[in-house]
């Protein structure tokens, strides 16, 4: 019997809206929608591969939907998927990607295909995903004068440093270029050492 297909968790006030994601990502994986916070607590299993999470919701907001998902440790990655602008407050918040409204099928369609990607990977390099990410959104929504001021970006940048310090060990994972850019995107001191580079790239280095 072949393997059943990953499942996405949608959580969206909006029915219309989460039904049309729900079209865009069912012909690859099952799909399982939640029409707001309190719905979405009563679908949250061990089953579920990816969340793609509003953020701004009645009676349960996203953010306490967040964080039930990682209080009861259910291991998948989490899209915010919001009309909310991005502040210094996604530092501390438990997400891997955040999404700004409007998304497109193809925006939302690589989205969660690079988040179950990434759902391969040990713990360390999860984080360091989620944290790079982090860093390109803010350096992509806020000035150079407001990342210096902030002490939430400052303790980001320094987070993401300490774990650079420890990358080389896990990268030989990783064989995908997306997943390349969106590593290396995040650190504010250019391209990764060489050696860091052709264990990336090397197509045998899972054999190793």
């Given at each position: 019997m072949s393997e059943e297909p990953p499942l996405v968790l949608v959580v969206e006030d909006e029915p219309d809206l989460a039904d049309l994601y729900a079209a865009w990502l069912g012909d690859e994986?099952?799909?399982?929608?939640?029409?707001?916070?309190?719905e979405a607590?009563?679908?949250?299993?061990?089953?579920?591969?990816?969340?793609?999470?509003?953020?701004?919701m009645p009676g349960l907001s996203g953010d306490e939907v967040l964080e039930t998902v990682r209080d009861r440790g259910i291991d998948c990655r989490v899209a915010m998927v919001t009309a909310v602008e991005p502040d210094f407050d996604i530092v501390a918040m438990g997400f891997d990607d955040y999404l700004v409204?409007?998304?497109?099928?193809?925006a939302l369609r690589e989205t969660v295909d690079?988040?179950?990607?990434?759902?391969?990977?040990?713990?360390?390099?999860?984080e360091f995903f989620s944290l790079a990410s982090k860093k390109a959104l803010?350096?992509?929504?806020?000035?150079?004068?407001?990342?210096?001021?902030?002490?939430?970006?400052?303790?980001?940048?320094?987070?993401?440093?300490?774990?650079?310090?420890?990358?080389d060990d896990a990268v030989?994972?990783?064989?995908?270029?997306?997943?390349?850019e969106t590593l290396f995107r995040g650190?504010?001191?250019?391209?990764?050492?060489?050696?860091?580079?052709?264990?990336?790239t090397d197509p045998d280095a899972d054999d190793a």
């Open positions: 994986y099952r799909i399982r929608t939640a029409y707001g916070g309190r607590l009563d679908a949250l299993d061990e089953d579920i591969d990816v969340i793609l999470l509003d953020r701004r409204k409007p998304v497109t099928k193809d690079e988040l179950y990607e990434r759902s391969q990977y040990d713990a360390g390099v999860q803010l350096e992509s929504e806020k000035s150079q004068a407001a990342l210096e001021e902030s002490t939430e970006y400052q303790q980001l940048a320094t987070d993401l440093d300490a774990l650079k310090e420890n990358l030989t994972s990783l064989d995908s270029h997306t997943d390349f650190f504010g001191d250019g391209t990764p050492d060489d050696a860091s580079i052709e264990d990336l």
